[in-house]
């Protein structure tokens, strides 16, 4: 058989999959009846930057030619708690970054996973990221996902700052309000 008559069969017989659609990119799917939930998680979050313990730690220092703290980047895995008191019973770890990107007042970029150890949401991940000024009384962050039963996870995350000391260590209550399925 000549060549030029066997080209279009192999283009034709490479193509095809033996009678099924060719596999694509990406599909739709019609989500299952499952209906959102909207659920309100009311934790402490302990931010520790002093001590042995510390649990918060600067990686990346300010330059000396910029003001204030600007371009401080710090690494966190600070736990979560039912109250305000260290000792109170932990429900999680907050694990992320925050890096002063303000050359005016103080402001955070956080981008943080909130991962609960706890209750019905064991093993499940929230993830904020957003601006937090923590000299405002309350700061709004949004919720931009999630994982485990936090899956398609929005919402946002309200912070409140209880205690500061004079080193840095920070107690911050936590509302946070998740749409989820």
């Known amino acids: 058989m000549p060549l030029l008559l066997l080209l279009p069969l192999l283009l034709l017989s490479s193509s095809a999959t033996h009678g099924r659609p060719a596999p694509n990119f990406s599909t739709g799917i019609v989500h299952a009846q499952q209906k959102q939930k909207l659920s309100h998680l009311h934790f402490y979050f302990h931010d520790i930057v002093?001590?042995?313990?510390?649990?918060?730690?600067?990686?990346?220092?300010?330059?000396?030619?910029?003001?204030?703290?600007?371009?401080?980047?710090?690494?966190?895995?600070?736990?979560?708690?039912?109250?305000?008191?260290?000792?109170?019973?932990?429900?999680?770890?907050?694990?992320?970054?925050?890096?002063?990107?303000s050359l005016g007042e103080l402001a955070f970029l956080q981008a943080m996973n909130m991962v609960?150890?706890?209750?019905?949401?064991?093993?499940?991940?929230?993830?904020?990221?957003?601006?937090?000024?923590p000299f405002h009384e309350v700061r709004e962050m949004p919720v931009v996902g999630g994982?485990?039963?936090?899956?398609?996870?929005?919402?946002?995350?309200?912070?409140?700052?209880?205690?500061?000391?004079?080193?840095?260590?920070?107690?911050?209550?936590?509302?946070?309000?998740?749409?989820?399925?």
Request: charge should be positive.
């Open 50 to 101: 002093s001590g042995r313990n510390a649990t918060a730690v600067p990686v990346a220092k300010p330059s000396t030619q910029t003001r204030a703290l600007f371009g401080m980047i710090t690494v966190m895995d600070d736990p979560l708690t039912e109250g305000p008191e260290p000792t109170s019973k932990p429900v999680g770890r907050a694990q992320g970054a925050y890096a002063v990107a």
């Open 116 to 133: 609960f150890t706890e209750g019905k949401y064991n093993g499940s991940v929230l993830t904020v990221l957003g601006r937090n000024t």
């Open 147 to 181: 994982s485990g039963l936090f899956r398609f996870a929005r919402g946002y995350a309200l912070a409140h700052t209880i205690s500061l000391s004079s080193s840095g260590d920070a107690v911050v209550e936590y509302n946070v309000y998740v749409m989820h399925y």
